[in-house]
């Protein structure tokens, strides 16, 4: 076949598959069959070097037949293939994904121990298609077999065995689920006062706060008490930042309660001034509804008017959908604090982008100890993207240090502006309630949580008493304050750490102190030390 043109021959699977991005396998294989119109049985994608792999070179080619022209069939063969198109879209393609997807918000479940949090998260993914018919019946006769029939739904959400064996929850629990125009992932904190360190990890990278109530005559009243955890977590949420709450009266279906108006109007005005008293503007930042996590009514569709003729409001996934919260900054300089961190071919780091955005191969800082990393890949709920913005729930694969050099409470920061790094900072605190007998004072020494950071501190000066109504400083350089007082203080930590001024990144400048199991103050960062020092 002397003078023949040879048409190139497809490339093979092996050949197209070399380099295909695993993020969007699917993404990539319809581009290849769109654009390349080409069949390759299991072919993914094209990479740059694909035209090499699929044109035949022009100087290997032979002498067309009657003298016809090599140039011009294989320019034709370089159109019919319309691999360029292939080359350019392919990025632009996965970055229109990431542009249109749903928002993304966190959710954290929050209130006394046993008022239902797990039940209505487990109930909460079962209605969104998380969980499955099979999976729910082996969690029923599991609880069964405990005598704890009622537990089965909260199993979904506390996955080990001291969590089932107790019916507490100790960890800080994570899930994803989906309503129509937002993505949420649930963090179930636990309601134990024993475990509020865990709570207050939860509800640091929290938007949005459930607070979940009991309406069984007597836990109300045993978790909104002075003591219960209602109040604690309330004022922590209202601290960490979590700017809205939704409170839901749940176990309405109990019997002691059988979907009372009257017991769910009087949670609700015992709740409001308590709220309006935490900082929460109950018009505008609180929505209460009535539910029953363990029946899941009033969760995915609204109560039907022959269980509870009275409540013609919305159910719980659509007040969620419509939450709205403050709007990040996607171009700010680049903030995650490290909640944990783990081995899996390299050294991967979880955490809540709070500020700007991150890039497959960006170089960014591991801080305080300032190691240059590189962003080998990133992974959002199970996937792999290329990019992502702030609010994201990520893990991160770094290269450039290794998984025992870093801590949680950590910072991944970006080179150009890298976060602060103190011992100590000028502070806005609010005493709440002191131990018996102590005084606070400079040497006074307590428990400091600020995002993901757990510190002993001491209180190393008092520098002005400040007025509650005017905001103006009273009494210079107090001895001493006392309960429900506001100080500006300077506070000093033993490890150098990663924080900012609540002006310039409200999510890194809140903090709680607690001492012997109790939040004794809550608090804002005021000042840094000057540029390039560590303390004043």
């Known amino acids: 076949m002397d003078g023949a043109v040879v048409n190139p021959p497809p490339p093979t699977a092996e050949e197209t598959s070399m380099d295909v991005d695993l993020a969007t396998p699917a993404a990539a294989a319809e581009d290849s069959v769109r654009d390349v119109e080409i069949s390759t049985g299991e072919a993914e994608g094209w990479e740059d070097d694909a035209p090499a792999a699929a044109v035949v070179p022009a100087d290997e080619a032979l002498s067309p037949p009657h003298g016809g022209d090599v140039k011009v069939e294989v320019q034709a063969a370089l159109e019919s293939l319309q691999l360029e198109p292939a080359v350019n879209n392919k990025d632009e393609d996965m970055d229109d994904k990431d542009e249109n997807k749903k928002r993304h918000l966190n959710a954290v479940f929050i209130g006394h121990v046993d008022a239902g949090k797990s039940t209505t998260g487990g109930q909460i993914l079962y209605l969104s298609g998380q969980v499955d018919e099979r999976t729910i ?91 219960g955890q209602t ?21 309405m279906d109990d019997p002691t309660v059988l979907w009372s108006k009257e017991r769910y109007d009087e949670i609700e005005s015992k709740m409001v001034p308590f709220l309006k008293s935490s900082g929460y503007n109950p018009k505008k930042d609180v929505q209460f509804l009535p539910i029953s996590g363990l029946l899941g009514a009033n969760i995915a569709d609204r109560l039907d008017s022959k269980i509870c003729g009275w409540w013609k409001g919305p159910c719980l996934f659509e007040v969620l959908d419509a939450v709205e919260v403050p709007l990040r900054d996607p171009k700010g300089p680049f903030r995650m604090p490290i909640i944990d961190k783990f081995k899996d071919m390299g050294t991967v780091v979880m955490g809540k982008i709070e500020s700007g955005s991150i890039h497959e191969g960006d170089s960014l800082l591991v801080m305080p100890n300032k190691a240059n990393v590189k962003v080998l890949a990133l992974f959002c709920d199970e996937n792999k993207v290329r990019r992502a913005g702030p609010g994201e729930n990520l893990r991160v694969r770094l290269s450039g240090i290794e998984e025992e050099d870093i801590l949680a409470g950590f910072v991944l920061s970006s080179v150009a502006k890298p976060i602060s790094t103190v011992y100590e900072f000028n502070a806005q605190l609010q005493i709440l309630e002191l131990l018996d007998n102590a005084i606070f004072t400079a040497g006074y020494k307590a428990i400091l949580h600020i995002h993901a950071v757990v510190e002993e501190c001491e209180i190393v000066e008092l520098l002005h008493e400040i007025d509650k109504k005017s905001g103006k400083p009273l009494k210079k350089k107090p001895l001493f304050v006392k309960n429900n007082a506001i100080v500006l203080c300077r506070i000093q930590v033993n490890n150098m750490m990663c924080v900012e001024t609540f002006k310039d990144f409200p999510q890194l400048g809140r903090f709680t102190l607690r001492s012997e199991g109790k939040t004794v103050a809550v608090g804002r960062v005021h000042a840094l030390p000057p540029s390039g020092n560590t303390s004043f």
């Not at 960490?240 to 749940?250: A, C, E, F, H, W």
């Open 137 to 227: 019946q082996k969690y029923e006769r599991e609880a069964k077999d405990k005598s704890r029939e009622s537990w089965y739904m909260a199993y979904i959400m506390d996955t080990n065995e001291e969590e089932r064996e107790k019916g507490k929850t100790v960890e800080v629990g994570r899930a994803h689920f989906e309503t129509e125009n937002t993505r949420f992932t649930i963090l179930d904190a636990p309601g134990h006062k024993s475990y509020v360190p865990n709570m207050i990890s939860g509800a640091s990278q929290a938007d949005v706060g459930v607070l979940v109530i009991s309406a069984r005559k007597g836990e109300f009243e045993t978790g909104y008490e002075k003591g």
């Open 231 to 251: 109040r604690e977590h309330v004022q922590l949420a209202k601290t960490l930042g979590v700017s809205k709450l939704i409170v839901v009266v749940n176990k």
